[in-house]
């Protein structure tokens, strides 16, 4: 199942929202630091999940 989580950069403190299928690597927005990278599937996520998005509690 895919979602959004909303990730913190551990280099900066940064927040912003990620899918969690990413098909790319993706960076922070601020200071660059890989905060996922795609895996075939469901993404290798490398930084703090703060918030998941679209989680169904069923
Ligand atoms: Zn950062």
Redesign the pocket.
């Known amino acids: 199942m895919s979602c959004f989580y909303r990730v913190r950069?551990?280099?900066?403190?940064?927040e912003q929202i990620i899918y969690s299928h990413a098909s790319t690597t993706v960076r922070?927005?601020?200071?660059?630091?890989i905060l996922a990278e795609p895996r075939g599937g469901r993404a290798k996520i490398k930084a703090q999940i703060t918030y998941i998005y679209g989680k169904k509690t069923s």
């Open positions: 950069c551990p280099s900066c403190g940064n922070c927005q601020i200071c660059d630091e």
